[in-house]
């Protein structure tokens, strides 16, 4: 009775939304709302790469926060501490003979920096754009929406009969962030601007048209920040204050919002008024119009329909709840995983700082885990999606900050390590610190820059860019895996190479006397991720033909490098020896990185590996793991690999269930960007995979999105793809390439080897198979 009254009262609503709509349909690229936000995790994000805003579409008072990517406080300078490599043989020594507590007391002595999180440099809000309007009696049909086809905001609604209408965008070519409000009676637009930030010290003033804010992030080496509203009013009257601007009875207004800092040693106030200058004699029109196109020349790359129903014609929050109740929405999967490849274009463009973990958008002073960079995975995860779905530009400011992490780096490896080359522990920030710093469960693990190197041999897959591997990549891999061959040691009881002192993110275990620790030798993500870096600098230096002693010498050093090992539970082992786990149900699954993202795990020529995996992953959801949003998101793709659809799709819609907030934003808990990010890369894996060396369509197609179809889609090799299905079989698949080549393409198990000629199509039927 209960099922069949909800199902009459969704009939109903849906007819009464299917009226309100008749003339204009929600797009399928929308999220929409009915509300403004009453919080911040509801405010829809916009960004250019190198600045955000939140938009609440307030009413009577907007509030815009506001963001711009090198806003970052620099407290203190982290240092190596001094002759660490002096004991890292004692340690060796220790932990080899099991020694665990001893081992630890001499890794918190001697190599790790012991200030907490809290005490280190943090990224932070720029401040907040407040308009108070004057205020509205009435307030109806209002909406609020984010159109991800041209990255425009929207907020519109009727009051005493006039139709008020606001726009909001974040332009890349003009490097500010413009708004517009309108009405469709003149002289009804009445508010004031002015600006704020939390905390002390902002300087605010007006300058004719133009409100100013700057300031000193903080008292020692931070930013210094300057930021500009100008304001173009048509009819009506300005008036300023020494702190605000006030229009009154104006047809409509365009505030247009820029930014700087000092960060990379130029004057803000230069910069802001250069911006202001630059686009000083463009109409709205102009700039609204130059912003879609630099938008869309990315988005529109790919496409994707899974499916549609009567829910486009609801809000998002209300299509979460839906679908925590058990409704299907196909086309909400589709809208989140175009809102991810949005976010990636919105914070991360070429020239820019990368994406932090919360993107671009953070609205307080202290953020969680200080916004940083964790390289641990979850910047890395922030990337999952950039080459698969052909955002490959926006994966540049990584690979350019990995290699700034050099300097640094090679500091701590020689200070640390005695070991040439350069390293880069669990996190880092703007001022690109390398050292270890913190507790030993997470701050002993000297393998961050490895992992960050590989995505630069991944960038080189997919896009062929052979320049810029040469000038560049090449030496980046090179230097990161000279430091991992010095770092590996002969385990005295095998004779295989091992690394060591180190961990498992972020994981511990119970020695043998019953206490808890986490640094041994030869845990297993570390082999993993060695293998992974070792064998992509001899394929890059066979590919540049530059093989030397040294990729001669790593050659050897893979072939003697301790291979993943599996434990009597059949579950593949997370350190060097069966210890146990003292967290069942840890949100990493780091002994799995040879599954995803690496490719070292394969159905072809692991298939124990996989099984074990798979065990891995069972156990680990059993005892509450995926708790977290990017973890969860690693789950999809963990399943994608493993090609089990029912449970890619399963966590999948754990992930917008369980660990999305009502504007989409990943709730770790609380917001944190990569679950976005790893949710999209893991739907594209559950459509297309080529990380075996063919292009496999469709591996983990589940049942509930039974029709659909996805273009432009990038595999390894330079392909694009794009293929449609009809229910839930392969219809066609198309195949464009870089160069005249034949390439194995798989489907449902069965392989053919398909003939790929340089600027054309190549279609494939159903039938080919």
């Known amino acids: ?32 709302y009915n509300q403004p936000a009453s919080q911040w995790e509801e405010a829809l994000p916009i960004g250019n790469g190198h600045m955000g805003a939140m938009i609440f579409g307030g009413t009577d008072k907007e509030r815009i926060q506001l963001n711009e990517e090198t806003i970052w406080t620099k407290r203190d300078e982290f240092s190596d501490k001094p002759d660490g490599h002096k004991y890292i043989n004692k340690i060796r020594t220790l932990l080899f003979e099991e020694q665990y507590e001893e081992a630890e007391t001499l890794v918190r002595r001697h190599l790790l920096e012991d200030r907490m999180p809290n005490n280190t440099n943090s990224y932070q809000t720029l401040g907040d754009l407040y308009l108070d309007f004057e205020k509205f009696e009435t307030i109806s049909q209002y909406q609020r929406q984010l159109d991800l086809s041209d990255a425009i905001a929207s907020v519109s609604f009727i009051s005493d009969g006039v139709h008020f209408s606001r726009e909001y965008f974040s332009s890349n070519p003009a490097n500010a962030t413009i708004m517009k409000i309108s009405a469709d009676q003149p002289g009804q637009i009445s508010f004031t601007a002015r600006l704020n930030r939390p905390g002390d010290g902002e300087n605010i003033s007006v300058d004719g048209h133009t409100i100013i804010m700057n300031q000193k992030v903080d008292d020692k080496e931070g930013v210094t920040y300057e930021t500009r509203v100008q304001i173009r009013a048509k009819g009506g009257k300005t008036e300023a204050t020494d702190r605000r601007i006030k229009i009154t009875g104006a047809d409509e207004v365009v505030l247009i919002q820029v930014a700087a800092t000092d960060y990379r040693g130029e004057d803000p106030t230069l910069l802001c008024n250069n911006y202001l200058n630059d686009i000083s004699e463009k109409s709205y029109e102009v700039l609204r119009k130059e912003h879609i196109s630099d938008y869309q020349s990315l988005f529109n790359r790919v496409s994707l329909d899974l499916g549609t129903s009567d829910a486009i014609y609801f809000p998002v929050n209300e299509r979460l709840k839906a679908l925590r109740k058990g409704a299907e929405d196909p086309a909400l999967f589709s809208l989140y995983y175009q809102f991810g490849r949005y976010l990636l274009i919105s914070s991360s463009r070429p020239g820019s700082m990368p994406a932090n973990l919360q993107g671009l958008w953070e609205s307080t002073l202290t953020p969680p885990w200080n916004a940083d960079y964790h390289i641990n ?47 880069a522990h669990h996190t880092t920030d703007a001022w ?12 002993m693990w000297p393998m961050g820059a490895a992992w960050a190197t590989t995505h630069i041999w991944e960038h080189f897959l997919f896009t062929r860019d052979t320049t810029f591997l040469k000038d560049y990549g090449f030496d980046v891999m090179k230097e990161t895996a000279l430091f991992l061959s010095d770092f590996l040691v002969k385990d005295p009881e095998t004779g295989l190479l091992v690394s060591g002192p180190s961990m498992s993110p972020e994981n511990t275990f119970f020695t043998p006397q019953g206490n808890r620790a986490s640094v041994v030798m030869g845990p297993s993500m570390d082999h993993q991720i060695i293998h992974h870096l070792f064998s992509s600098v001899i394929e890059a230096s066979k590919v540049l033909d530059a093989e030397d002693h040294f990729t001669r010498k790593i050659t050897r050093q893979l072939k003697q490098l301790t291979p993943p090992e599996i434990g009597e539970d059949g579950r ?103 679950g976005n990010f790893g949710g999209t890369a893991g739907l594209t894996e559950m459509l297309l995979q080529s990380h075996q060396g063919n292009i496999e369509l469709l591996p983990a197609l589940p049942s509930q999105w039974r029709e659909g179809s996805v273009k432009g889609l990038k595999a390894r090799g330079g392909y694009t793809i794009n293929i449609s299905w009809s229910d839930g079989a ?22 053919i080897n398909v003939t790929i000629n340089k600027g054309e199509t190549t279609i494939i039927q159903a039938q080919n198979f």
């Open 1 to 32: 009775m209960f099922m069949k009254k909800s199902l009459l009262i969704f009939l109903f609503l849906t007819a009464i939304c299917s009226l309100l709509f008749a003339d204009n349909p929600p797009s399928p690229l929308t999220l929409w």
């Open 377 to 423: 995975i979850n910047i890395q995860m922030n990337y999952w999606p950039a080459e698969v779905t052909n955002l490959p530009e926006c994966h540049l400011p990584f690979l350019h900050f990995i290699g700034q992490l050099r300097e640094n780096g090679r500091k701590t490896a020689k200070t640390l390590y005695g070991a040439r080359g350069f390293t």
């Open 432 to 443: 690109h610190f390398t050292t270890a710093q913190g507790q030993p469960q997470w701050a």
């Open 572 to 674: 593949i082992l997370e350190w060097s020896e069966e210890l146990k786990e003292a967290e069942s149900g840890h949100r990493h699954m780091s002994h799995l990185y040879g599954l995803y993202p690496s490719s070292q795990f394969s159905w072809q020529k692991t298939p124990e590996l996989m099984e074990a995996a798979r065990k891995v992953i069972e156990e680990r959801l059993k005892h509450g793991g995926g708790h977290t949003g990017w973890s969860r998101a690693w789950m999809v793709n963990f399943y994608a690999r493993l090609k089990d659809s029912n449970e890619a799709y399963q966590n999948m819609r754990a992930l917008l269930t369980k660990s999305t907030h009502p504007n989409l934003f990943d709730n770790h808990p609380p917001f944190q960007i990569d």
């Open 730 to 751: 392969l219809s066609t698949a198309e195949i464009s390439g870089p160069v005249d080549t034949d390439v194995p393409v798989v489907y449902n198990g069965q392989a």
